[in-house]
């Protein structure tokens, strides 16, 4: 039980911070010249990965951890979601964030990260809206016994 109270606290750490990035972070890019937003990109993005890396990481760990100990259509979708995540990440966003730390900006770039985006957004806020549905349908599960 401890282990999903923690993937949940990982899960729900995600949620907030692409929530942050999606209405904030991201679009605000739109408002700095490209000088500025080269140099306020590469301290962004190194502080940013110093909180996201370990989350993301943690929330794998655990699901793959969970996958190994017991296969059933949670531990699969959970998993599933995490990898397209991460997929999402690295074969979307990273290319557009190396692109900007090279600089490499226009405004359609800009507004291809914010949109493209929303991939991320909804994806992690499934992982933690299913995440807590089954831990709710377990606990009563626990609770009718």
Known sequence: MYLTGFKLLLD???VVLIWIVQRIVYPSFLYYNNKDLIVWHKK???RFSFIVIPLMLGQLGISLYQINTVINS???VNLILIILVWLSTFLQFVPIHMR???GIINDNTLNILVKNNWIRTVLWTLIFLFNIL???ITDA???LR
């Open 141 to 143: 599960k626990i609770i």
């Open 12 to 14: 729900f750490g995600l």
């Open 74 to 76: 949670y531990t699969i």
């Open 44 to 46: 962004y993005t190194s």
């Open 100 to 102: 900007i730390s090279n």
């Open 134 to 136: 089954h831990l709710i």
